[in-house]
């Protein structure tokens, strides 16, 4: 898995060029081995990390993340970019249950919601990427869930992939 370091105030200083460049080298991403069992990821609360599996950013299969309980509605939200490449049918995230509509992430920060997503393309945007919140704001109890569902078209029939990130 590779993780970059991708916050507003990083990536909105630099040229089109530049960014190009800091997402194309390697140098700057940090590298989770994988395990067979999962990985134990550290992720600082307040940050926005660009991620994805393999050198060439592989679509995700499976994912499952879990947050420690404690994180509380005083902690920084983690904001997560993932490519969104593959051909895929639809993508869509529940939180405890609860459809979470596209284009939910606000424009202020302090309105993030654990949950709240964006898959691009969205209206003409260049992209092929889906953003996601993580925080521990609006939890239903202590261990909130948020599904990321996939309906693949990969292949001739529908598969649906479910992937929990409890919070």
């Known amino acids: 898995m590779k993780w970059l370091p991708y916050d507003?105030?990083?990536?909105n200083a630099m040229t089109e060029t530049e960014l190009e460049e800091y997402i194309d080298n390697r140098d700057n991403y940090g590298t989770l081995e994988w395990k067979i069992e999962g990985w134990g990821v550290p992720m600082?609360?307040?940050?926005?990390?660009?991620i994805?599996?393999?050198?060439?950013?592989?679509?995700?299969?499976?994912?499952?993340?879990?947050?420690p309980q404690h994180y509380g509605e005083d902690d920084g939200d983690i904001y997560l970019v993932h490519n969104f490449t593959e051909n895929r049918e639809s993508?869509?995230?529940?939180k405890d249950g609860v459809l979470k509509a596209n284009d939910t992430i606000p424009d202020v920060a302090s309105r993030y919601v654990s949950g709240q997503n964006v898959v691009y393309p969205y209206e003409g945007t260049p992209s092929?990427?889906?953003?996601?919140?993580?925080?521990?704001?609006g939890k239903a109890s202590t261990m909130s869930e948020v599904h990321i569902n996939i309906a693949s078209c990969l292949k001739n029939t529908q598969e649906q992939l479910s992937l929990p990130i409890r919070l």
Do not use: A, P, Q, R
């Open 91 to 94: 993508l869509f995230v529940t």
């Open 44 to 50: 600082v609360t307040g940050h926005k990390y660009k």
């Open 128 to 137: 092929n990427e889906f953003h996601l919140i993580i925080n521990g704001k």
């Open 8 to 11: 507003d105030d990083v990536i």
């Open 52 to 67: 994805h599996w393999g050198l060439l950013g592989t679509n995700f299969d499976g994912m499952d993340v879990m947050i």
